[in-house]
């Protein structure tokens, strides 16, 4: 085997770990099955008598993806499931969230989950400040 055709496997592994890298960190590209943004305007739902919601805002529907409220009055969601991940945004109390999975990451008072959101921006929130609604999140 030449020298030339060594350096160009090499060149050719390279290139195809950095695509799987690339993939593996950029989970914003994926499809939430939505087809939206994440926008949570009240404006855009309606609620009903028994507790259930239509419109836009309902889209909480999708059986693939948990549920959750933000149980804190500031919530970081950030880019990977720790303290030190980037602050992508900032959820609110009582926020509706979706949660494609859970993941164990940095502790948050005792608690070592932490839930991957798709509104709008996919961001990781510590399960410890989001209260789950019906179905559990599976894991990642």
Known sequence: MSLRSVFARVGIVAAGGALVTSAAVTPALADDGWGGSGDQSAASSQQH????ESGHGGRHENPRLARG???ASELNLRSAPNRG???IRVA???ERVSIFCKAPGQPVQGNHVWYL???GTWAWGSARY???IGTPPRWC
């Open 130 to 132: 989001i209260k789950t």
């Open 69 to 71: 409220i933000v149980t």
């Open 92 to 94: 609110h109390r009582g």
């Open 85 to 87: 991940g980037q602050v």
């Open 49 to 52: 008598e028994d507790g259930s």
């Open 117 to 119: 959101l798709t509104d």
